[in-house]
């Protein structure tokens, strides 16, 4: 099992940045595909991001060149930085391990003026 914990969330005004990170443990070496997905108050949860171990990367077409995932293996960490943030990226962001379906708590991002 993997633990997640992420962190770096909080309020923007629209056009601001914010980068969240999400620091694992645990049963690291099983670590594959790394993701964020988000889920805003009475919508599915999407897909936002994710990040294979070779490092490919893939993005919703909703934050693609505005949002970058990327990891630092040394901290065991998986960041999400978001750029030009508009008011509709509102919503709890989840950090995900899709090989074993590992989640964290998640974290409240808020773009509002």
């Known amino acids: 099992q993997v633990q997640l914990v992420e962190s770096g969330g909080g309020l923007v005004q629209p056009g601001g940045s914010l980068r969240l990170s999400c620091a694992a443990s645990g049963s690291i070496s099983v670590i594959s595909v790394m993701a964020w997905y988000r889920q805003a108050p009475g919508k599915r949860r999407e897909l936002v991001a994710r990040?294979?171990?070779?490092?490919?990367?893939d993005y919703s077409v909703s934050v693609k060149g505005r949002f970058t995932i990327s990891t630092e293996n040394a901290k065991n960490t998986v960041y999400l930085q978001m750029n030009s943030l508009k008011p509709e990226d509102t919503a709890v962001y989840y950090c995900?391990?899709?090989?074993?379906?590992?989640w964290g708590q998640g974290t409240q991002v808020t773009v509002s003026s």
């Open positions: 995900s391990e899709l090989l074993t379906d590992s």
């Open positions: 990040i294979t171990g070779g490092g490919s990367t």
